[in-house]
Structure formats: C-alpha cells, structure tokens
C-alpha cells in the first residue's frame, strides 16, 4: 500500500508542478522515491496542457471535462498496471478508456482522473493486433484488439476474402468504443447489432484482472461488457465472426410520401426470408435539410430539383435506404431477385433510384463526407445528438408527434434524421444493452450538427421530443444513453439494473471505469 500512496503523492505534486510549468524539475527529483514499477507507469502519464484539452473535448463539442493527465500505454499490462494503482489506493482515481473520443456527452471523459488514450495505445501496442484464424466449429474469425479502428479491421480481413457482417455506419471507430454500446446500423435487423457477434473477450476489469471470456467461459463478465458503456471492464481483444466478403452492392432509394406506407414496407423487407437484403435504413427529408448530405452524396444532381419539388408539396418525405450484396459484375440474378423483393412497394412512383458499388465503397460511404466537412472546417462542431429506440406500436404516434409536429414547428436545419427497424430476436438479452421490449422496434436518430451560438436549440428540441414521449407514454429508451441522475440511470435498465448493479459491484466495486456515463461516481454511497 505504500507503493501507492508514494504513486499519488508523485501523481498529485506533478499535476501542481505542471501548472507552475516545473514538470521536468518533478520529474527529476521524485523518481529515486519510487519503486521501478511505479516509474513505469508515471512516464506514461502526460499533463501537458494541450493533451489535456485534447481528451477534453469530444465529437459532441459541448460537453467539456479536464482530467488530471492522460495515459499513454504500449502495452496491455501498462494498463493493468495504472487500473490496479487505483483500484489499491486509499483514494482511488476515475479511469476512462477513450477511442476516438466520438461520444457526443462526455461519455469517454474523467474529471480530475486519467484518461487513457486508446489511439496512442494502438500506434504503440507490442502486439498482434488484427490476426484472422480459422476454427472448425466457429468458422473464420479474427482477434482484434480493442483500440483498433474498424476500416482496419475491414481491410485486414478482406486481404482474406473475409469480412465481419455487421457494422457501423462510420468505420473510424474503435472496435472497444463500439462493443461498449451495441454497435448498429442497416445490417443490425438480419445479422443483429456487432456485439452479437463476439466469440471472445479479453477483459481488464475494474479491480485490475486480465480475463478472457466468453459465452461458455466467465460468461457474467463477456455479458456485462457488451453493451455495459465501459463501466465492468477496457476490452483489449475481441474475437469477431467472418463471412466470406462480397465485391459488389446494388444500392437503393425509394421515396415515400406516407408514413404508414414507408414502415410497413420497412417491416415487410426486415421479415423476408427467401430474398436475403443485406441492408436498410430509412431518413427523413425535410425543406430545412438538403437532398444529399455529408453522409453519402447518392441522389444524381439532375434529379434534386424534382425531389425538392416534391418535399415541397409534402413538407416532409421518408426515404428509404436498401443495398443487396453480389460478387460478380454480371451477376443478372441480382436485378431479378430485386426485383422480386421491391414488387407490391408503395413507394412514389418513378422515385426509385439505384446504382452499384463496390462493397469497400458502400461500407465506408461516410468518410468521403466526413474529409469534406473536415476541408471547411465544418467537423468539430457542436453535435446535439439524440438516438432513440422506439416500439413498432408507438412509431406512427411518434411520427405524428414528432416528425409533423414539434420538428415541422422549430423548422431547425435538421441535419440527418434516420428511422428504421430492428428485430428483437437479433439482440442477446442476457448482455447489458437495452431496447425496447417488442419484437420489433425502431431506431430513430437524430445527427445534428450546430453552431457554438446555435447548438442549444437543437438540445431544447431534444428535451422537447423526450417530454412528448413521456406525456403520451412512448416507452423510449435511449441509445448511446445520456442521463444526468440515478434514478434515470434505473428507468432506463429497468428490470436489468439490478443485475447491471451487481455486475459493477463485482467487476468494478470501487467504481473507478468510466465516470463520464455518470452512472454511478454520482452516487457513490448509494449503491452499498
């Protein structure tokens, strides 16, 4: 215990050294008062001013909290080695893991703690960290480690003519950062969201244990940290399923004027099982919003006139978004089977447009956007975001409330706003992550983008939507959750937080892992 009340008098003298900018005469004069192991660790924290802002800030611009340094490991048991330093210490620290730092409210910040920086780790990680093997009753996978960006592992695994199935719609994402929600887009309804498809788990849990896990082997752990918002344990590797990869997709749109009409077409595509959709989502156009936008540019130029026009007419359209995987160029077969599956659609007539694209293309569609915004200076701007999961029952009332009442109302710049279904049976229940509890359920996202002047705005019409569900009885649950107090903390798990309770107070009982959820560091002698 010395060892560690020596690392927090270290720790402590050199976070007011730095404000006096005497880091370096710190750093000199404590070493000789340390052990070897603790010098380790504390040459890799950084309290540089300009790191420090750094892991500050996140996608969600709004949010900003300062931790007391930033870790910068090159090695798994680097960060074994800082969690156990907190978890034996009289006072323990918050530890958050941070990625790409794309959560929108702070959720990968620690205030006055240490943040480890995953994109240092995975430019100086000693080992293999994209590996694709084969096993006889698991078929193809591939180890990952947890800090490795998704695109890599896209590539990597394509050198293979492999591929993992379900994705999200932006790849420069960690593999952890995703794990740690649920991971979904428009493969989620037929191949579930990403965490559905882990085999394997190396974990480093709260109290500092290196455990491999599974769903035959330290299974309460593999469950807690898929969908558990980093708060049981940092993955450090994954072991994901692959499928052989296609070369070609055949891409989609379909423009509908009613509402009812777009979702029950949704969940007539989701529920087919002769002919194999790969994806779907839907979006929804409105005057404020432009025809294409940063996440994919798909509609011809010569036809935003005539879509506009129509927008016009209607105040508001629902977009619906398909793609069919195929290999080869000439493959005719396509075209018939899509034919068969768009047949009896009540989509507008004459607003049906397709085009082909390779799969690498397809998958990464975003980026193109993103380097554009990035150009103009447009990308680290405020991002008021809220993600929803919505009943099947309750998304016409939804729509109603919503899309035609309180959006049409504010007539904000909306951004992106996608609405489309998943299927229940798709998800894993014993993990952390929540949905709704029908069978079938929406996702409605709502990807803003504002100004540092304007941004509030779109948080008052996120506030606003919520209430409108709480009067009317929507049973929303959040994605990518973002509340303030417990009790919101408890209604949104609803009959999983018990477990969810137990599981931290098993795996992270000093609550040392991720504060910036706010789950528990704000209740602290609550849960005992």
Known sequence: MAKNYTFLIYFILLHIS?????????????????????????????MDPETIHHVSNDYGNMVHEFPAAVFHPSSIQDI??????SYNSSVPFSIAARGQGHSTNGQAMARDGVVVDMASFRKQRKEVAISVSEDPLIGYYVDVGGEQLWIDVLYGTLEYGLAPVSWTDYLYLTVGGTLSNAGISGQTFRYGPQINNVHELDVITGK????????????ELYNSVLGGLGQFGVITR?????????????WMRLIYSDFSSFTKDQELLISMNGVKLNFLEGMVLMQQGSINNWRSSFFPLSQHSRIASLINKHNILYCLDLAKYYDHPSDKMVDKEIQVMLQ???????FHYEKNVSYVEFLNRVRSGELKLQSQGLWDVPHPWLNLFIPKSQILDFNSGVFKDIMLKRNLTNGIVLVYPMNKSKWDDRMSAITSEEDVFYTVGFLHSGRFDDWKAYEAQNKEILKFCSDVGIKVKQYLPNHNTQEDWKNHFGGKWKNFLERKLQFDPRMILSPGQKIFNNNYYQVF
């Open 18 to 46: 730095s404000t006096l900018g005497k880091t370096e005469q710190c750093k000199i004069l404590l070493p000789q008062h340390l052990p070897n192991f603790d010098i380790s660790i504390s040459n890799k924290l950084n």
């Open 80 to 85: 074994i080695a800082l969690i156990k330093i």
């Open 208 to 219: 500092g244990d290196f455990v491999t896990c599974s769903s035959e082997k330290n299974q």
């Open 238 to 250: 994954a072991r994901i399923s692959l499928e052989p990869a296609p070369t070609m997709v055949k």
């Open 344 to 350: 009896g659609l009540a989509y507008i007539p004459g």
